[in-house]
């Protein structure tokens, strides 16, 4: 389903130049209400652009607490601790990225919470990758897919239905597509239907040699483990915001915030195993 989606995009752009396209909706930044706010160019969604909302996030997070601290609330300590651990991770990730290219230096200081940001600087990317329609969920359970069988041939008795891979029919649930760099779209397949860093990496290098099979002269995709983190980093910013009723409809009433706080701390430790020392 990726590849030869994403294939399409890179024959139909100049990898050498900056890539946009005039398209009016599927959830890119620049565009409101159906209009764009600046040209009828849209920018696409990069890594630095994650940044942003997990700073403005932990910022939200920070608002809050201080609010049910003067309400006098109490068992507030792991949440004040897991809050502060983002906001280191958010750091090191920005850290990092401005010295591994995947982001300019402009706009991203060292200190992200009092300083003002401006977002056509702060994500502006190194890499030459273009971007791509990415789906943003392209989990199995959004795949409808068939065989091809003989006239009269008996489904679950049938050789190549037992033997074969199936065939991709149609993709459901797009709405939270969106115009991006490709690695993103892969990086939810590496996180979400590989089962360890192993077969992700395998997915990753699979992904990089096909595509500069077709396209000789396509930059690299660099290595995989700012992309994991940065997943990463974006589990534990969401989880939070549900053990804080932050995400508009509240937390889950069947996950209590143990659970919560379970999840949260197994994110940390996948960043621990990440080289990370949090």
Known sequence: VILPMHLYFFSICDIT?????????????????????SSDNVRSWQYGDMLLLYE????TMQKALARQEEKGLIDQGKLERMVKL?????????????????????GLQEHHHHQQHKQQDASTSKCTIPPVLCHMD????????????????????????????????SILDWEEAA????????LL???????????????????????????????????????????TVHSITTLLLQSMDL????????????????????????L???????
């Open 86 to 106: 983002l906001d280191k991770s958010i750091h090191k990730l920005t850290h990092e990225a401005k010295h591994t290219g995947l982001v300019s230096a402009i």
């Open 56 to 59: 403005r996030a932990h910022d």
């Open 272 to 278: 621990n195993g990440l080289g990370w020392k949090i």
């Open 17 to 37: 130049k900056p890539v946009s396209f005039n398209w009016k909706s599927l959830g890119v930044r620049d565009v409101k209400n159906g209009v764009s706010n």
């Open 189 to 231: 397949l590496c996180r979400k239907v590989c089962a360890n860093k192993e077969q992700a990496q395998r997915i990753w290098n699979f992904y990089e040699e096909q595509v500069r099979t077709t396209i000789p002269n396509f930059p690299f995709l660099g290595p995989i483990e700012p992309w994991l983190k940065l997943e």
């Open 138 to 169: 392209c989990q199995p359970q959004n795949l409808i897919c068939f065989h091809y069988l003989k006239d009269g041939a008996d489904k679950e008795k049938s050789p190549s239905t037992q033997k074969q891979l199936p065939h991709i029919s």
């Open 179 to 186: 115009f991006a760099d490709p690695r993103f779209e892969l």
């Open 247 to 270: 995400l508009g409809g509240g937390r889950n009433p069947w996950e209590s915030k143990p659970d919560l706080y379970g999840k949260l701390e197994r994110e940390f430790q996948r």
